[in-house]
């Protein structure tokens, strides 16, 4: 997927569903560092081609949802 445009808001989020939803994202960074740590694991294993694609794909794909919690962190701290 493209990046996509950084969203300027001038509206805030309320403070509890700022809260809330803060806890939420730290809570989807333990289980996403979880991913990756084992897709790391799973990397230094001997696997054929095949499977070599499949970790490829998880590491990808656990470092490109890191990259997405992280900018609804960053905007969730920018509206509290």
Do not use: F, V
């Amino acid at each position: 997927m493209g990046a996509q445009p950084k969203m300027e808001t001038t509206a805030r989020i309320p403070a509890e569903i700022n809260t809330k939803l803060r806890a939420l994202a730290h809570d989807l960074s333990n289980s996403i560092e979880t991913i990756m740590q084992a897709s790391y694991l799973l990397a230094q294993m001997k696997l054929d081609e095949n499977a070599k694609r499949w970790a490829d794909l998880i590491d990808q794909a656990g470092r490109d949802t890191a990259r997405i919690n992280r900018e609804i962190r960053d905007i969730l701290r920018a509206s509290a």
